[in-house]
């Protein structure tokens, strides 16, 4: 029997193996998933793991079928055999265990899961660990169902959530608009109803984004606070595991639980710090400028008042729970996100995955393929054409290399100019603009702690220490080590050129190859010029952060349909501002060791029609540029040959505070939730 076996694999310890009679299906309910619903219901007995599990299977399997929520859905007969598994405990475990007979699901890079296949939504990765991530165990340990494993953006490479070749999991509100990434099939899977939590990652915002495009809650806790051993890298030393969740009282007992997991080897976890909080009466919050809050989207002017109202709204409400609102300089923080993905730290990225990208006929096939075009003059330039982020956002030209980051650095007036005209250009210059990177280290340990609730994060490791966790999470062996050594070895030119050929690897989605081979652009000598700017930079955001106790920021600023988002991506180099857009106030969130939580609060409602005729009558005055008119009635038209025309999305916020002030920020998003009236998905936001 494996370690801790996941649903089906292990066998059934009484009854002898049988299931117990058929029940009635329950009418459920989205509300009555909650930890509070469902605890009520079982100490009834108005409710049991297996009845659940009847009732909501053919929705469960609907989403994987049809909705392409899940990656790997288990059968009926596993779940309820694993139902039956927990009605066996004597009752007094199951009082024991906070989380007895609740479903849930977990993204598939997330975690391991004994016996169950991790793809990272790459088919060639596919491999079937033999342990469970600590996490996930923790979780199972308390009681947990697990369902399956989501649906999400390769190798968790974009905030749309529509990278993936196992389809675009169903937004919840309308199918035809993106769910968000790079864990959308986690916030779908909640959004819907299916499940009372899931699992997700958050590395620049994968955590938050899908929880505000699908009405749902998104705990992203403080860097390092839970194990994120198991877990396929996508930038390791910034990685988080997040939870979607109906509420946020919900989200901060399960965050609380997967952070109580033992593990006796993980070099990104951080011992707990305990910090001075303020009072939940007169905290001072801030918001960005309204430069910053660009609205626009091909919803026209009409989703661009709609969702600056909304936001107006939340503002009046956190007023209205007790905060104070004063003036914060944000531009330090834009500054900090542009570093992320405008410098060379992707190589992280790469070197999460290198042992698999180097592998195999794949990487081999793709080099000899680069070479050919080198020799024929057609190599894709990839200091232009390779952008991304596994939470891809606002970013700059690589080919601006050293000298514009160190401009930034150094105070530039034009530095911070330079993030907002990234999400100025036309989509044709959108795919030099938008080099989203990833980064090799979380906020410098050298930089001194603050009063203002930004605490230091971990130093930067070396790179044989990632290299340890990564053959831990991929299951390398102890040989690797004189490997290692022989890579150092080769010339530069022949890492970087196997590097940049990544765009040409069959195993990956085009839009991944590319974020991929932006490791290829840069040197050894460029990641510590970077590093050493990088600190300065941070440095000028934490002194503007000490001015508040916490931020006010959209979630996302825009919404957009999957039609939208193929047409931009499938072009040659892929480009993605849309993308980018979604990460404005995202990528700084890890850098800068902060914790955060996604809340509902608002809908936007659309008349698409009505939304252009008001761009025809704005173009006609001069008002709003030919390319702008013309996406607003691309999207009428779209909407009006496959459905409704008239839609209604879910508009959420943010709440950021400093490292290891979860338990304060909870209890503020908490009072904001309540405030709103606002409960998970389509009913929780029509029913108010």
């Not at 996100?337 to 042992?355: C, T």
């Not at 232009?384 to 150094?410: F, K, M, P, Q």
């Not at 959420?652 to 998003?669: F, H, N, R, S």
């Amino acid at each position: 029997m494996l370690e801790h076996a996941p649903i089906g694999i292990a066998q059934h310890p009484a009854a002898n193996g049988k299931r117990a009679p058929p029940m009635q299906n329950p009418d459920i309910k989205q509300q009555q998933l909650g930890l509070q619903a469902l605890r009520a219901a079982y100490s009834s007995q108005n409710l049991s793991p297996s009845a659940l599990v009847r009732a909501l299977y053919p929705s469960l399997a609907s989403a994987q079928s049809s909705k392409s929520i899940f990656i790997r859905l288990f059968g009926l007969g596993e779940l309820l055999d694993a139902a039956q598994r927990l009605e066996a405990m004597p009752q007094e475990q199951r009082s024991s265990l906070p989380l007895w007979g609740v479903p849930f699901a977990v993204k598939d890079n997330v975690v391991d899961v004994a016996g169950c296949p991790t793809t990272a939504a790459c088919p060639a990765f596919s491999n079937t660990p033999t342990t469970t991530a600590p996490a996930v165990k923790a979780l199972l340990d308390a009681g947990a169902l697990l369902v399956g494993k989501t649906n999400m953006d390769q190798f968790a490479a974009g905030l749309v959530g529509t990278r993936s070749p196992y389809g675009v999991p169903a937004n919840p509100f309308d199918s035809r608009f993106v769910p968000g990434g790079s864990s959308s099939g986690s916030g779908a899977a909640v959004g819907w109803g299916l499940v009372s939590f899931a699992v997700g990652t958050d590395t620049a915002g994968s955590g938050r984004v899908p929880a505000g495009l699908c009405g749902c809650v998104g705990m992203k806790g403080t860097l390092g606070s839970v194990s994120t051993v198991g877990v396929v890298p996508a930038c390791a030393s910034l990685d988080c595991l997040t939870v979607f969740a109906q509420s946020v009282q919900d989200g901060a007992e399960l965050m609380q639980i997967m952070r109580s997991a033992s593990v006796s080897m993980d070099v990104w976890r951080r011992v707990p710090q305990q910090v001075p909080c303020p009072p939940l009466q007169g905290f001072r919050f801030a918001v960005p400028c309204p430069s910053l809050l660009e609205w626009s989207s091909p919803g026209g002017q009409q989703a661009a008042l709609a969702s600056a109202e909304q936001f107006q709204a939340a503002i009046s409400r956190m007023k209205g729970i007790g905060g104070v609102q004063v003036d914060m300089n944000f531009e330090p923080l834009m500054d900090v996100a542009s570093m992320l993905y405008g410098a060379s730290f992707v190589a992280e990225r790469y070197s999460g995955l290198r042992a698999f990208l180097e592998s195999g006929s794949g990487g081999s096939e793709a080099l000899a393929h680069a070479k050919k075009r080198k020799l024929q003059g057609s190599l894709v330039d990839t200091s232009t054409a390779a952008s991304h982020s596994d939470d891809a956002s606002d970013s700059e030209v690589a080919a601006e290399g050293v000298g514009l980051i160190a401009s930034r650095a150094n105070g530039s007036s034009s530095s911070s100019r330079l993030h907002r005209n990234a999400m100025q250009t036309s989509s044709s210059e959108a795919s030099d603009a938008d080099l989203e990177r990833g980064t090799p280290c979380s906020p410098s340990a050298a930089t001194p702690s603050n009063d203002g609730g930004v605490p230091d994060g971990p130093s930067c490791l070396a790179a044989s220490v990632g290299q340890q966790q990564q053959q831990q999470v991929q299951g390398s062996t102890a040989a690797a080590g004189e490997e290692q050594v022989q890579k150092r070895r080769r010339k530069p030119e022949e890492e970087l050129e196997k590097q940049q050929a990544l765009v040409y690897d069959s195993r990956l989605l085009p839009v991944t190859s590319h974020i991929l081979a932006g490791a290829g652009t840069f040197t050894a000598a460029d990641v510590y010029d970077h590093l050493a700017a990088f600190a300065r930079l941070r440095a000028a955001a934490v002194s503007e952060l000490q001015r508040v106790d916490c931020l006010l920021v959209p979630t996302a600023l825009a919404h957009y349909t999957v039609q939208e988002i193929a047409a931009e991506e499938s072009a040659t180099p892929p480009r993605w501002a849309s993308n980018a857009k979604l990460g404005r106030f995202t990528n700084f969130v890890n850098l800068l060791d902060m914790c955060g939580v996604a809340v509902p609060s608002g809908l936007v409602m659309l008349d698409a029609v009505a939304a252009a005729e008001e761009a025809e009558a704005a173009l006609q005055a001069g008002q709003v540029s030919a390319a702008d008119a013309a996406a607003v009635r691309e999207r009428t038209f779209h909407l009006a040959q496959t459905g409704a025309t008239r839609v209604a999305l879910p508009f959420g916020v943010t709440i950021l505070a400093g490292a290891w002030k979860d338990e304060w920020l909870a209890c503020v998003a908490q009072k904001m939730q309540e405030a709103s009236g606002l409960g998970c998905g389509p009913d929780g936001h029509l029913r108010v």
